[in-house]
C-alpha cells in the first residue's frame, strides 16, 4: 500500500510539478504530509477535477507552525507549476 501511495506521488510530482511531501523537522524526523495533489475524476463527491491541499501531523508537530510554512510552500509550488 505505502509503496503504490508513494509511486503515485511521485508520478504527480514528475507530471504535474506537485504532489503529496514527507514533512519533516529540522532534525529530519517525520512530521507527517504535506502538499496537493489532483482530486481524482472517477469520484462523485468533492472538489472533483479540483486540486487538494492537504496536510497530516502527528500531535507533537501541532501549534508549531508547521501547517502554516507547508501551505504556504505548497501554494508556491502550485504556483510554479501554473495550477494556482
Do not use: N
Amino acid at each position: 500500500m505505502y509503496e503504490e501511495i508513494t509511486a503515485r506521488q511521485r508520478m504527480h510530482d514528475a507530471q504535474l510539478g506537485y504532489c503529496l511531501w514527507t514533512l519533516l523537522d529540522e532534525e529530519g524526523e517525520v512530521l507527517g504530509f504535506t502538499g496537493a495533489q489532483p482530486w481524482p475524476e472517477a469520484k462523485a463527491w468533492g472538489p472533483v477535477g479540483r486540486i487538494e491541499i492537504g496536510w497530516r501531523l502527528g500531535r507533537a508537530a501541532w501549534g508549531k507552525g508547521y501547517a502554516y510554512a507547508a501551505a504556504l510552500a505548497t501554494l508556491e509550488r502550485l504556483r510554479g507549476a501554473g495550477s494556482a
